[in-house]
């Protein structure tokens, strides 16, 4: 059983800066490195949305509203995804998820992390 642990969410007034970690463990269908990876958030009242995704390649993208102030990046070594997260306002406060996702063939495989919270307040 894949486990998907996040750690790193707290209390940033705005402006501030956090890092969050995702740790990948367990039995994995494939190898880590062969799953894209991303990063999600959910606000009280607003659905899931996706904040940065990393590709098995490297590629990144982001949502509009965190470009320029989110970075993701993947160290496959340690099974570990990162978000740096600056300039923090407090639209970004919300739960935070990893998620880990491939296809192999015709069979999709998705993991996701309990989440951790991220509150930007003054």
């Known amino acids: 059983q894949v486990q998907l642990v996040e750690s790193g969410g707290d209390l940033v007034q705005p402006g501030g800066s956090l890092r969050l970690s995702c740790t990948a463990s367990g039995s994995i269908f494939g190898d880590y490195h062969d799953y894209h990876m991303g990063w999600y958030r959910q606000a009280p009242g607003r659905q899931r949305e996706m904040v940065a995704r990393?590709?098995?390649?490297?590629?990144?993208g982001y949502t509009d509203s965190v470009k320029g102030r989110f970075t993701i990046s993947r160290d496959n070594a340690k099974n570990m995804v990162y978000l740096q997260m600056n300039s923090l306002k407090p639209d970004d406060t919300a739960v935070y998820f990893c998620?880990?996702?491939?296809?192999?063939?015709?069979?999709?495989?998705?993991?996701w992390g309990q989440g951790t919270q991220v509150t930007v307040s003054s």
């Open positions: 998620n880990a996702a491939a296809q192999f063939g015709s069979v999709s495989y998705a993991y």
């Open positions: 990393i590709t098995n390649g490297g590629d990144t």
